[in-house]
């Protein structure tokens, strides 16, 4: 079984993590303070980071969602966006993440006065900042609030910044009741543009927001997508049976942007060992693992692969396969992609698993 410390010091890609779910418990407190925000729950940062885990583990996608008012209402000042951004690029260089896409809602930073450039600005900077001088690719996925009706907008503001930092769009926020179609016009004009788009489906809600977001609004990724089990039958004791839609997205290689600790957090599944990513694996979708939201689940790349490699039995064979899924997966440009993979990802793999090799004989 592969250790949490042979795991940290491998290669990462990440392609599922929101900014204002990864603010360090220390910094949203600071933050309060700097900015006058008094809604916090507790001022002890032990405690809170207590609160936030807690609130997460609710079994329930709306719940675990409301925790966001904390992090979002310290962030809405162009110097908190801009450090919470450089924190997360050290947090996830520090934890061996080598390539990062990390989504933001420009749309909820802008109560203080911000416009959405303003906001997306401070993130960017913010990311280069906390990046320079380490391994870390990072760039920004500007999501829409599926609830709300600036879809469009935020469309255009991520094409805008496509050459600075910005590599897709997305929608995010409750599924149940805000099917991708909804916001139909953004996506229409994203492929127009010939840009990127991975939405939020088949998490908290099932396969038609899966076919709606692929068939419909053509996105080239899913995030999460775990629902997609929904169209295998795997109940007789022979091969399972992927019915058409699941079928689609294998044959197609959509990629599935899974986040096991968060879906458990939100009821999709009780336990890891019970998630679909084993099967899913199994029957080689394209498979990627991350964190969703590290402060809410308290969670780091790390730990998720950790406890997949607890669950499953996998070794380093499978992290590299999964990391490799993922950039292959990435917005990045392909050569930028092809680059990490033979230059970075391959050869610290070989040498762990060469180490190990080593160390066993």
Not at 29 to 40: I, K, N
Not at 141 to 167: F, N, P, Q
Not at 234 to 259: M, N
Request: glycine share 8%; proline share 4%.
């Amino acid at each position: 079984m592969t250790s949490a410390a042979v795991l940290l010091r491998a290669p990462k890609a990440l392609l599922h993590d929101h900014l204002d779910g990864g603010v360090r418990p220390s910094t949203v407190l600071e933050l309060a303070t700097e900015f006058g925000y008094d809604g916090l729950p507790t001022t002890d940062v032990s405690d809170l980071a207590t609160w936030f885990n807690r609130g997460a583990k609710r079994n329930d996608l709306v719940l675990y969602l409301e925790t966001f008012a904390h992090t979002v209402g310290v962030m809405q000042h162009r110097d908190a966006i801009e450090r919470v951004a450089f924190e997360c690029a050290q947090d996830l260089a520090d934890d061996g993440v080598v390539y990062a896409e990390v989504r933001f809602a420009p749309e909820l930073h802008t109560e203080a006065g911000l416009t959405l450039d303003e906001v997306v600005d401070a993130v960017l900077d913010g990311f280069r900042r906390g990046s320079a001088g380490t391994d870390l690719t990072i760039y920004a996925i500007c999501s829409a609030m599926r609830t709300a009706a600036r879809s469009l907008e935020i469309a255009e503001v991520a094409v805008r910044y496509r050459d600075a930092g910005v590599v897709g769009f997305d929608i995010a926020g409750a599924e149940a009741g805000y099917p991708p179609t909804r916001h139909l016009d953004a996506f229409q004009y994203v492929n127009r543009e010939n840009f990127h788009s991975t939405i939020h489906a088949g998490e908290a809600f099932g396969l038609p927001s899966i076919w709606e977001a692929v068939q419909f609004c053509g996105a080239a990724r899913l995030g999460h997508g775990v629902r997609v089990v929904d169209d295998i039958d795997a109940s007789g004791d022979g091969p399972e049976k992927l019915g058409r839609l699941a079928s689609y997205i294998r044959d197609a290689r959509i990629p599935l942007e899974l986040c096991p600790t968060s879906n458990v957090n939100t009821g999709v599944v009780p336990t890891i060992a019970d998630h679909p990513i084993g099967l899913l694996g199994r029957l080689r979708f394209r498979v990627t693992v991350n964190t969703d939201n590290r402060l809410m689940s308290n969670t780091t790349m790390t730990k998720e692969m950790t406890k997949l490699a607890d669950a499953f039995g996998w070794g380093l064979d499978d992290f590299e396969w999964l990391t490799v899924n993922a950039m292959k997966s990435a917005f990045a440009p392909f050569p930028e992609r092809l680059k990490l993979i033979n230059g970075i990802i391959k050869p610290r793999y070989s040498m762990l698993k060469a180490e190990l090799t080593l160390g066993e004989s």
